[in-house]
Nanobody
């Protein structure tokens, strides 16, 4: 149901825009988020949004550099990543849940639907 694209290799300070298309636009996309994982590190929440009435949330290390957005049909969600750092090198995953989550909505266990991931490498 979720397909990511837009990953690649960039130099530090560069930008990438990740896209996630949703094949079934139903209530299963009440909250959508981007997570990332690399090496032995745990999957960590990067950014999330849960509808027009709630502000997007971001992990502290990407605040001000990354922006999550969603098209009006909820058929796609995007992650604009600016001023990329080598520390941002990870596999990035799109996730969705039918539940309107409370709090920051950046806990992986709260999401039921996942894409296959797209690699981001910053050198």
């Amino acid at each position: 149901q979720l397909v990511e694209s837009g990953g690649g290799s960039v130099q530090a300070g560069g930008s990438l825009r990740l896209s996630c298309t949703v094949s079934e636009v139903t209530s299963s996309t009440a909250c959508m988020a981007w997570f990332r994982q690399g090496g032995t590190r745990k999957r960590e929440g990067v950014a999330a949004m849960c509808g027009p009435g709630k502000s997007p949330t971001y992990r502290a290390s990407v605040q001000g550099r990354f922006t999550i957005s969603q098209d009006s049909t909820k058929a796609a969600v995007y992650l604009q990543m600016n001023d990329l750092e080598p520390e941002d090198t990870r596999m990035y995953y799109c996730a969705a849940t039918p539940w309107v989550l409370k709090g920051a909505a950046l806990i992986a266990e709260d999401y039921q639907y996942w894409g296959q991931g797209t690699q981001v490498t910053v050198s």
